[in-house]
């Protein structure tokens, strides 16, 4: 590790990067609840009896995110539903959003239009208010920033460290294929689902699938301190699609979330009456820590690609 | 304007962009006090009695805002003061911040590292706690985001758009060479003054000063329906700065107000008793709409730099 550190390597991967950055920081107020590490911050106002307020951040840049050459206004849609996915997560209500956007020096009025045309359908389509934001020219690629808050009531708050072992593990509808479908430039972020999810007794914890169940499962599991078995055979897979590409290719925004065994049964069928066209399923279950885990494939890492 | 549209030609100015930006997206909610167009977005909560939420998203890029070869420590703290200047020019108080940083792949431990240290020493100082973020790699310019939450008590609440023509404008501290002289990379937020000032009756609107006073007095002058007269000689100056530099280089992260005339002399008295270390200088007044603006140099646009 010495030796790692005079060489002035680069971080391996994002949680290490996080475990550098952390202690560069002050510790955050006690007002937070949850900071950096679940897919938004949690923050308790001492005036806001019995409801939380949540945080998020999330940029898209061109080539990393998308290809040049996308349609500005799938851009405009993505960029909004990305952190709205989130909120979903943490069983929140999306409020309002703040978007700094660099674009080429080259853009016109047209580009500009077409860009905010697919941000202002998300932003119609789930009521979030856009409340502010930048405007740059940069020579780099297109950039886009977008700050979210929302709120959640107290008893719906679900993070990704409350699952306990024995809990089964569930992910809404199918996976893998969003980038080579182009479904990740028009998925509908599950805000109606993860909301009613989080009011059900029984849901133990939630995040949402953006790298890929190959690399979001093992968070969630190490984040509740428990080991995990899933069945492959058992991940819903869109059209085409192989396992390995359910677990890898990453951009589902679907959520993954632990249920009580116990509960099961009951919300399984309550689900499908409230929510006849999507699926709700079954893929494995958490262990306690000392378990092996199912071996997985990584999926995506912003830091290693 | 017809042949305009037809050849995509680009927005003129920030504002013209903004007025497009604003007739795609939808109106924001009841609860949004002050959208697009003030220092921050200010929200109501209705369930907090008397404080009003700030929201604010700030962006910094390489030879944009700062050189290539900018110690990280420096571009650190310049990104977390800069949104907090805005807080301040609210009278707010900051809260939360999230930080999204695009770095270039070659970045290690070491640039990781500094670039927090000097964001970590910033968010002590101010006591702003950081509460997420995102790292990615980026073929790009370095680039970072930054979105900040605050509070302010209702009747603290200064917006740019409450000023009334006969008001003297006044500013704090000297102005023009931040740049030249490296000011603006180890400036402070005027965090205290603006909370102050805010709390003082006869205060009736603030900016901070970022893009110069030749842009940003006509932005409050506009914003307020009113027109302005300024002495230039009464300007104060940063040594060995010009007004003209006073008025266009920008960067000063000063606080511009406006001041009922009758409450000036006793305003005056109690900063400097406050603040011996800080001026407050009247540089001239607010006038009807219909009188003519002195004219002033433009500042600086990053839509036309």
Redesign the interface.
């Known amino acids: 590790m010495n030796a790692r550190?005079q060489?002035?390597?680069?971080?391996r991967s994002?949680e290490e990067?996080?475990e550098?950055?952390r202690k560069?920081?002050?510790s955050?107020?006690r007002?937070?609840l949850s900071?950096?590490?679940d897919d938004?911050?949690v923050?308790r106002?001492s005036?806001?009896?019995g409801?939380l307020?949540l945080?998020?951040?999330?940029?898209l840049?061109e080539?990393?995110h998308f290809k040049t050459g996308t349609p500005l206004a799938q851009i405009g849609w993505k960029a909004l539903c990305r952190p709205l996915s989130d909120i979903a997560a943490m069983g929140g209500t999306p409020?309002?959003a703040?978007?700094?956007v660099?674009a080429p020096p080259s853009?016109?009025?047209?580009?500009?239009?077409a860009l905010?045309?697919g941000?202002?359908k998300a932003?119609?389509a789930f009521?979030v208010?856009?409340?502010?934001?930048?405007?740059?020219?940069?020579?780099?690629?297109l950039?886009l920033?977008i700050?979210m808050?929302g709120d959640v009531p107290k008893e719906n708050l679900r993070l990704r460290s409350t699952a306990r072992a024995g809990d089964l593990l569930c992910v809404t509808g199918k996976l893998g294929g969003s980038f080579k479908s182009g479904r990740h430039l028009r998925f509908t972020p599950r805000l109606s689902e993860g909301w009613w999810l989080a009011s059900q007794h029984g849901v133990t914890s939630m995040m949402d699938l953006s790298d890929g169940l190959g690399s979001d499962l093992p968070k969630l599991a190490k984040s509740s301190s428990c080991s995990f078995r899933i069945v492959p055979e058992a991940i819903p897979l869109h059209r085409a699609c192989t396992i390995q590409e359910a677990l890898t290719d990453g951009e589902d925004y679907e959520l993954l979330l632990s249920v009580a065994p116990k509960l099961w049964p009951a919300l399984q069928s309550r689900f499908e009456n409230t929510f006849p066209k999507l699926s709700l399923t079954v893929i494995g279950s958490l262990l306690p820590v000392f378990e092996s885990p199912t071996p997985l494939p990584p999926g995506h890492d912003?830091?290693r690609?």
Not at 107 to 113: F, N, Q, T, V
Not at 129 to 141: F, K, L
């Open positions: 550190k060489r002035n390597l680069s971080p994002e990067l996080l550098l950055i560069e920081l002050p955050p107020s007002s937070v900071g950096i590490g938004c911050a923050i106002h005036s806001k009896n409801v307020e945080l998020k951040t999330d940029a840049i080539k990393v409020r309002h703040v978007i700094t660099a853009w016109g009025s047209k580009e500009w239009r905010y045309q941000i202002g932003a119609m009521a208010s856009i409340v502010g934001g930048e405007t740059v020219r940069s020579p780099g690629p950039f920033s700050a808050t912003h830091l690609s």
